[in-house]
Nanobody, 126 residues
Framework: VQLQASGGGLVQAGGSLRLSCKASRSIFSVFSIWTMAWYRQAPGKQRELVAGINRGGTTNYADSVKGRFTISRDNAKRTVYLQMNSLKPEDTAVYYC??????????????????WGQGTQVTVSS
């Protein structure tokens, strides 16, 4: 399974970015039943959940991004998105998309993810 993340970059505080994560064609038949998630890792910090979305469209968000970030998925395109608005300097991190083949419910942990994308850098300047 290959996950290709894109959309990161440098933005000023208050700005917006949209991240995309496209899964390889080989998993087309199962993509729609997997839970997809975005995690992030800032320098010197542990990797943490940003947002997750399951097969039914149920979403989970870290408290720090609620109301600012939106996760969505397009199963036909094998792609999950993360719309990030009102960005803050503390959102600066490498963002990773991940697959949870089993729905984690509301308990997302990096150690339970099955596959990872390569990461995309998001830098928010003050």
């Amino acid at each position: 399974v290959q996950l290709q993340a894109s959309g990161g970059g440098l933005v000023q505080a208050g700005g917006s970015l949209r991240l995309s994560c496209k899964a390889s064609r080989s998993i087309f038949s199962v993509f729609s039943i997997w839970t997809m998630a975005w995690y992030r890792q800032a320098p010197g910090k542990q990797r943490e959940l940003v947002a997750g979305i399951n097969r039914g469209g149920t979403t989970n968000y870290a408290d720090s991004v609620k109301g600012r970030f939106t996760i969505s998925r397009d199963n036909a395109k094998r792609t999950v998105y993360l719309q990030m608005n009102s960005l803050k300097p503390e959102d600066t991190a490498v963002y990773y998309c991940a697959v949870h083949r089993a729905d984690p419910g509301d308990s997302y942990y990096p150690t339970s993810a099955d596959y990872w994308g390569q990461g995309t850098q998001v830098t928010v300047s003050s």
